[in-house]
């Protein structure tokens, strides 16, 4: 059946399966080869060929060669497309991996329309909306990727703008103060030229930012979408003449996705809206506990502020599972609260059934500049699949030292 026709939940089970009746299998198969035989040179190099500059094999011609194309990854890809209603997925070892294909996509991209208008568009710009993950700001910092960068703020990003940019670049909710930004409003200012969203939070279950004008959608695939924590994985969804682009970069640098991880990501596809909804339901009612709790000086959760600009009911579908707190006893309470924890695991990452608590400024946002590093309070909870009640209780154990325990009735009534 078309994916056009089905709902998210339907999609997410049956998306990028359509071949398996064909191969008269039910679950997904897992094609580890590195190498596959070639019917003869000149139809093998012609399908290499088509791989190397970011095409597909051709039908009489084979794949080839693993670090070109591989089944079991191109189905996660056809699935993760159809969630986020894009022409194509392209998948990476990680979302770091991902992100740096996107950068050196682009540039590549300007430098041919470039050259076709016969103007040199000097040195390669991208435009970083602030916050964003510490691993994203250190790559775009760095000069790594021989691109300057400009970090600003959503409404700074028109005048941030130069004929050189060839990317704007943007997280929302943003790692890992939940920030929203506006993607059309981003997407206007930046007059063309194309917005990568990394929309890792959000999960294409709650947010399409292709639908809302950008041009890719950027997954740690790791988090939400494995949802078990034993893949590392990066996807991109968007249009099939950019997936071109960043294939032929995935190509060239070998960046692409192992199989197994693929399988085990297509796999978390299936459960992805049932997670997503009943860790958000979690997360609504321990944010709404955080901000009694004396102990807390501010919880940072979209939707939490009141939204004056309604982002949250025309941008997304739900607030997601991510919460962030400060807290009033400074780092000592923070670095007390993390190591209190006991259902809570206390590592980096997220998005995973199990809930993890974590340090941005001391870990995930530690290579980034002082001046835009998270505050010494804070501290980022992914919330998982436990019992809620049973949350709060560990919460409310490793908060109770750090000032009195919050005993407001309305959360007991919320919980139980
Ligand atoms: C929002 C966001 N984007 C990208 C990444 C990088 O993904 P990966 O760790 O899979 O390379 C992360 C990792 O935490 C993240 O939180």
């Not at 050259?115 to 435009?127: I, K, L, M, N």
């Not at 707190?325 to 997220?350: C, E, K, M, P, W």
């Not at 974590?358 to 436990?386: C, D, F, W």
């Amino acid at each position: 059946m078309n994916s056009e026709f089905l709902n998210p939940d339907s999609v997410a089970v049956h998306g990028g399966r359509e071949d398996l009746q064909a191969l008269g299998v039910h679950a997904l198969p897992l094609d580890l080869s590195t190498t596959n035989p070639l019917p003869d040179i000149e139809r093998g190099g012609d399908s290499y060929e088509s791989m190397a500059l970011g095409g597909h094999p051709l039908a009489d011609g084979g794949s080839v060669y693993a670090r070109l194309w591989n089944p079991t990854v191109a189905r996660f890809e056809c699935a993760l497309a159809q969630l986020e209603k894009a022409q194509a997925g392209v998948a990476f070892s990680s979302g770091m991996a991902a992100m740096t294909a996107a950068i050196l996509a682009s540039k590549a991209t300007a430098h041919v329309t470039a050259q076709d208008g016969g103007r040199s568009t000097g040195q390669p710009h991208v435009v970083a909306v602030r916050p964003l993950y510490g691993g994203t700001d250190h790559l775009l910092a760095s000069g790594l990727l021989g691109v300057e960068v400009t970090f600003c703020t959503e409404n700074e990003v028109a005048a941030a703008m130069r004929n050189s940019t060839v990317l704007v670049v943007l997280e929302t909710p943003a790692n890992p103060t939940l920030d929203l930004v506006d993607i059309r409003n981003v997407v206007a200012q930046a007059g063309g030229v194309d917005v990568l969203v990394d929309n890792t939070f959000a999960t294409p279950i709650l947010q399409n930012p292709i639908s809302l004008g950008a041009a890719m959608s950027l997954h740690s695939a790791t988090k939400y979408i494995g949802g078990h924590g034993d893949a590392v994985g990066g996807v991109i969804a968007c249009s099939e003449k950019t997936a071109e682009a960043l294939r032929r970069v995935r190509a060239i640098t070998g960046a692409i996705l192992h199989p197994l991880g693929a399988y085990l990501l297509h796999r978390g596809l299936t459960t992805l809206p049932i997670r997503v909804r009943s860790q958000q339901e979690s997360a609504r009612v321990i944010a709404a506990w955080l901000a009694n709790h004396p102990a807390v000086e501010k919880v940072y959760f979209p939707g939490s502020d009141g939204d004056p600009r309604s982002l949250l009911q025309h941008q997304m579908r739900g607030p997601g599972a991510m919460v962030a707190i400060t807290l009033r006893g400074g780092f000592d309470a923070a670095n007390r609260f993390t190591s209190a924890v006991q259902l809570f695991t206390h590592a980096v990452s997220l998005g995973g059934v199990d809930s993890l608590i974590q340090h941005p400024a001391a870990l995930t946002h530690r290579p980034v500049a002082p001046e835009a590093r998270p505050g010494a309070n804070l501290v980022r909870l992914s919330i998982g699949l436990e019992d809620v009640a049973d949350l709060i209780a560990d919460l409310d154990q490793a908060l109770s030292p750090l000032g009195c325990s919050a005993s407001d009735p309305r959360v007991e009534a919320a919980v139980l």
